[in-house]
Each structure stands twice: as structure tokens, then as C-alpha cells.
């Protein structure tokens, strides 16, 4: 059975960093397209970032481009998202989730949409206070 438990979320002031994790297991974690969504109260969820199987391309919201950086360790079974220079508008709940064997070439056309990934973890709560 799939599992995606993410962590490292907390409240922080603005400006401030965060460094999100996502632990893998029950699947071939190094096959799959990963990658970041956030959910804020009342609004859809959106992608933050993505990356490849092999994390060397990656995929970013214009929101977050230079202040995000999504990577992966395959050795370990672990997505990050390194989160700087953080604002209000960054607080949300944030999701790890992966493409299954359906999604990955969704994942080519449309690679942040949430559409596109099978598995999703619990979430992690992000709060940035001004």
C-alpha cells in the first residue's frame, strides 16, 4: 500500500523559511513523477511544484518561482520543499503526492495538475503571519 506522510509544516512570520518533507514507501518510489499542492480554505487545490523521476526537471507556480525549490532523494524515498521568503498567502495546507502508472504522462502534459497524481498524503499545515 501506497503511503505519503508529509512534514515540517508550522507557523512562521513573513519572510521566514520552511523545509517540507514527504516520506514514500509501499511503492517504487524512484518511478513516479512527484510533487507539491497546497489547499487554502475556500479555494481549489493548486500545484506549488513538481519534479521527474529522476528530479532533474522541475515545475513551478508563478506564485512561488525563486522563492520554492522542490528536489528528491531517491536513495531515501523522500520529496522536499525548501519554502523561503515566505508570505501571508503562502499559508495553507500542503500535500505530497505522487503519478501512479495511469498519470505519469498526464503528468508530461500538465505537470501541476493535481489530476495527474494518484496518491496523496495527509497534508501538512503552512501558516505565515505578517
Known amino acids: 500500500q501506497v503511503q505519503l506522510v508529509e512534514s515540517g509544516g508550522g507557523s512562521v512570520q513573513a519572510g521566514g523559511s520552511l523545509r517540507l518533507s514527504c516520506a514514500a514507501s509501499?511503492?517504487?518510489?524512484?518511478?513516479?513523477?512527484m510533487g507539491w499542492f497546497r489547499q487554502a480554505p475556500g479555494k481549489e487545490r493548486e500545484g506549488v511544484a513538481s519534479?521527474?523521476?529522476?528530479?532533474?526537471?522541475?515545475y513551478y507556480a508563478d506564485s512561488v518561482k525563486g522563492r520554492f525549490t522542490i528536489s528528491r532523494d531517491n536513495a531515501k524515498n523522500t520529496l522536499y520543499l525548501q519554502m523561503n521568503s515566505l508570505k501571508p498567502e503562502d499559508t495553507a495546507m500542503y500535500y505530497c503526492?505522487?503519478?501512479?502508472?495511469?498519470?505519469?504522462?498526464?503528468?508530461?502534459?500538465?505537470?501541476?495538475?493535481?489530476?495527474?497524481?494518484?496518491?496523496w498524503g495527509q497534508g501538512t499545515q503552512v501558516t505565515v503571519s505578517s
Open positions: 519534479l521527474s523521476t529522476g528530479g532533474g526537471t522541475t
Open positions: 509501499g511503492y517504487t518510489y524512484s518511478m513516479y513523477s
Open positions: 503526492a505522487a503519478t501512479d502508472h495511469t498519470g505519469d504522462y498526464c503528468w508530461r502534459i500538465s505537470p501541476l495538475n493535481p489530476t495527474c497524481f494518484g496518491y
